[in-house]
């Protein structure tokens, strides 16, 4: 009986993400000099479900590999760490944004362009995924209109 | 003429040579380096693709210096666009009076070679240098850089804990003051125009 109990309870809690009740928003990538290997990708999640929906991963195929950061100030350094989830609460937004929380980008497999729609896929707790498609952005003031800034 | 007249005239005149007293001594006086940052800093001579670079190269100019790396995803681009941002602002009559300095703490992957490409993406007056690790250890000490680069080897993904001080150094070569990635490029060009009057 107890184990029964156990079973339900659990099938509850593991079927209550659906990944069809992210809203992405604003979901971009920064243009870095070609030169470098890594980069960040923002973004506004928006869960319009009654359930918390937990992000486990992203994948990015123009990236060697590819992560949720999390950033802390460790004294007076700046440190970023992987987060092994983010929880988007429901009826509530989570913001990947310059200086905090992003989508590391590591080993770009080729230099990024302005205006390329780069394409990720999020993962979530309940085995479903997400497909995004960020926009590569040229953050340098005057350059905004070619990254599609608005 | 009557007296009113005189006085008044007199009134006039003394307003316009304060004023005037006024303009003369902002014209003149330089801003004074805060304190706090006395004694912080220094000359340093690194490495770039194009030679030796040592900090005493930009006397007479106002310069933005940084210290990051370029595998940095997020914070350092950022810190780069600022200050590329803030050089601009400054407009063409004093494009040559200003410099910016990308200083990489991470050797073992950044040659002088990539840093002068990655930092010129941002602005070509960022040059991009670095040198030995007992060079940067010096460095950071005087110019209260905290960082930690991980052992491990150059193909590995690791990420180097950094400080994150945008520093302004005035004409003579002093930390005048300091920002980071999240300042007002605008109110970051303010204070290096103060500079340059």
């Not at chain 2, 690790?133 to 850089?145: E, F, M, N, S, T």
Request: net charge neutral; with cysteine.
């Amino acid at each position: 009986m107890k184990k029964l109990a156990l079973a339900l309870l659990l099938m509850l809690f593991t079927q209550t993400a659906y990944a069809a009740d992210l809203v992405v928003e604003d979901a971009w990538v920064r243009l870095v000099p070609p030169v470098a290997e890594n980069t960040a990708a923002y973004m506004l999640l928006r869960n319009t479900g009654a359930d918390d929906v937990k992000l486990t991963g992203i994948t990015c195929s123009l990236a060697a590999s590819a992560g949720l950061h999390g950033m802390r100030m460790d004294g007076n350094r700046m440190a970023m760490f992987p987060l092994q989830e983010v929880i988007v609460p429901a009826g509530a937004e989570v913001s990947f944004a310059p200086g905090g929380k992003h989508i590391m980008l590591m080993g770009l497999k080729r230099p990024l362009k302005a205006g390329d729609a780069l394409e990720m896929v999020l993962q979530t707790s309940a085995g479903e995924t997400l497909k995004i498609l960020a926009t590569v952005r040229d953050m340098r003031m005057g350059h905004h209109h070619q990254g599609g800034m608005h | 003429m009557n007296n009113i007249r005189i006085r008044s005239m007199f009134v006039a005149t003394a307003i316009l040579l304060a004023a005037a007293i006024t303009i003369w001594l902002a014209m003149v006086q330089k801003p004074a380096v805060p304190q706090a940052l006395q004694g912080m800093g220094g000359d340093f001579q690194l490495q770039s693709s194009r030679g030796p670079v040592s900090l005493h190269d930009f006397r007479g100019k106002v310069t933005l210096i940084y210290f990051g790396y370029t595998h940095c995803p997020d914070i350092c681009p950022m810190a780069l666009g600022i200050m590329a941002e803030a050089m601009r602002q400054l407009g063409e009559p004093k494009a040559d009076k200003v410099a910016g300095l990308f200083i990489s703490v991470d050797p073992r992957r950044d040659t002088p070679g990539i840093l002068d490409q990655y930092a010129s993406f941002f602005d070509k007056r960022i040059r991009g240098v670095t040198g030995t690790p007992q060079q940067l250890d010096k460095i950071a000490a005087a110019w209260r850089v905290d960082y930690s680069v991980p052992d491990k080897p150059a193909n590995a993904n690791y990420s180097v804990e950094h400080s994150t001080f945008i520093y302004l150094v005035n004409p003579d070569g002093k930390i005048a003051d300091l920002f980071d990635e999240s300042t007002d490029p605008a109110l970051i060009a303010d204070k290096m125009r103060l500079w340059l009057m």
